[in-house]
């Protein structure tokens, strides 16, 4: 698992795609307000969703290709009936790839050891407050208490390090950063701060209300001896050890400093499109090739290459956000998968 191949999803950048994005669902339990409104109903019809075993034929070309990590991510991922399943058959694949999963962690108190046994190896949870009713007008659910469960339960199974991911918001909860950093370094959670992005389907996002990278060193420097890291590598996030270390603290500056010219993500949406950037105005089909029925198999996988080796040569130097062009994608980012 995770061996070291040749990726030839290379794009006209230079840049060696390794890591696949995959949404499971669009659906979620809760409705933080950056990424999806509270009276969304534009959901993908049943219909759309790539079915499992449609999933694991594009995840055996593309991990045949070179994708050496595989994210699972949504919507929330654990609300896919059989995320358990989904996991073991990614790690049978023949050139099974690292899988980690992107999680609100509610469901994580039953599923974490089940996940873990089937073959995940890490998670990332999400988590913007440590307060219990600012928890709930984020997400518009009370289920603090649950989150808080399903990342014991995530170190319980060993799934570790478990990484929080934080998104701070002016007014709304940048007064926690410290105390974020605090609590992570108490529990032994790996922190992650993520800046605000342009996919929340209400269109509430904007610039000059941004908590940006800067700001949140500065708040965290007032508190804390922050070093940065060396050997970045394609990792989105800039870490810093935290008075001296060995733990750190992370900062994933979509906006502010963008990493594009690392990237080595694709992604794949759980109605079977391919992207290859969060914020991508195209997308691309493999799921009608997949159900193309008069298609044979081996034509059905030379058609899933092609779809992945034009999704990839496609790919812009960066995503834009910062040009006065800028159109933000069509889908929020609990469609796209984040
Ligand atoms: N439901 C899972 C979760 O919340 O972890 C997985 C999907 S969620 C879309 C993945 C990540 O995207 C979460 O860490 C969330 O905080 C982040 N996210 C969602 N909307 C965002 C936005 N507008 N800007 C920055 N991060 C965002
Ligand atoms: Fe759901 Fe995750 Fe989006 Fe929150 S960030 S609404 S938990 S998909």
Request: proline share 5%; hydrophobic share 40%.
């Amino acid at each position: 698992m995770g061996e070291l191949r040749m990726s030839s999803l290379i794009d006209g950048f230079g840049r060696v795609h390794r890591d696949l994005r995959v949404s499971l669902t669009d659906r979620c339990n809760l409705r933080c307000t950056y990424c999806m409104p509270a009276d969304f109903s534009d959901w993908i019809p049943g219909d759309h969703l790539l079915t499992t075993d449609e999933l694991m034929l594009v995840l055996d070309v593309a991990t045949s290709m070179g994708i050496d990590g595989v994210r699972l991510t949504g919507g929330e991922p654990l609300l896919r009936p059989d995320i358990v399943d989904v996991v073991k058959r990614i790690y049978a694949l023949p050139h099974a790839p690292s899988i980690s999963l992107t999680t609100n962690a509610l469901r994580l108190t039953d599923l974490a050891q089940p996940l873990a046994d089937a073959g995940l190896q890490r998670v990332n949870v999400s988590l913007d407050t440590l307060d219990r009713d600012r928890f709930k007008a984020l997400t518009h659910r009370d289920r603090f208490d649950d989150v808080i469960a399903g990342i014991e339960a995530a170190k319980a199974a060993g799934l570790l390090p478990v990484k929080v991911n934080s998104v701070l918001m002016r007014g709304v909860n940048d007064d926690e950063a410290v105390a974020l950093l605090r609590h992570a370094l108490d529990n032994g959670w790996n922190l992650r701060f993520i800046e605000q992005m342009p996919l929340d389907a209400g269109g509430l996002w904007a610039r000059p209300k941004m908590i940006t990278a800067d700001d949140i060193l500065e708040m965290l420097s007032a508190e804390f001896t922050l070093t940065p890291v060396e050997g970045r590598g394609s990792a989105p996030a800039e870490e810093f050890y935290v008075d001296g270390g060995p733990a750190t603290v992370g900062i994933i500056a979509s906006v502010s400093r963008p990493f594009c010219a690392a990237c080595d993500r694709l992604r794949l949406t759980a109605d079977g499109q391919f992207r290859n950037c969060l914020f991508s105005a195209e997308e691309t089909d493999v799921r009608a090739v997949v159900r193309d029925t008069s298609l044979d198999d081996a034509a059905r996988r030379e058609g899933i290459e092609q779809i992945l080796h034009q999704v990839t040569r496609s790919k812009l130097p960066g995503h834009g956000i910062n040009d006065a062009s800028f159109i933000q994608p069509a889908r929020p980012m609990s469609a796209i998968g984040g």
